[in-house]
């Protein structure tokens, strides 16, 4: 069994900063790629932030420049540190991981998310 765990939602003013963190633990032989989602109420969980292997990382469009998404390749824990926070950045916020087990089975897994709310 492979579990993602999430932390360091919460509210914060517009303008502020948060860190998310996310754990991965379990039958783990290496995790290809990790990456951050969103879904804010009503709407479709959309990418935030990935990072693969090799340190590269890709930002969707509303979030570059604010947000940094980086990895512990050694703990299997990903961050995404969260600047300049807009209302419109207000979302349960998903980590989610390609992982290949100890089983030799390839799966994409996703955490439980972690609410984040901008407002004043």
């Known amino acids: 069994q492979v579990q993602l765990v999430e932390s360091g939602g919460g509210l914060v003013q517009p303008g502020g900063s948060l860190r998310l963190s996310c754990a991965a633990s379990g039958n783990i032989f290496v995790i290809t790629a990790m990456g951050w989602y969103r879904q804010a109420p009503g709407k479709q969980r959309e990418l935030v932030a990935v990072?693969?292997?090799?340190?590269?990382?890709n930002y969707a469009d509303s979030v570059n420049g604010r947000f940094t998404i980086s990895r512990d390749y050694a703990k299997n824990t990903l961050s995404l540190q969260m600047n300049s926070l807009k209302p419109e950045d207000t979302a349960v916020y998903y980590c989610n991981a390609e992982i290949l087990t100890i089983e030799m089975n390839q799966q994409n897994y996703w955490g439980q998310g972690t609410q984040v709310t901008v407002s004043s």
């Open positions: 990072i693969d292997n090799g340190g590269t990382s």
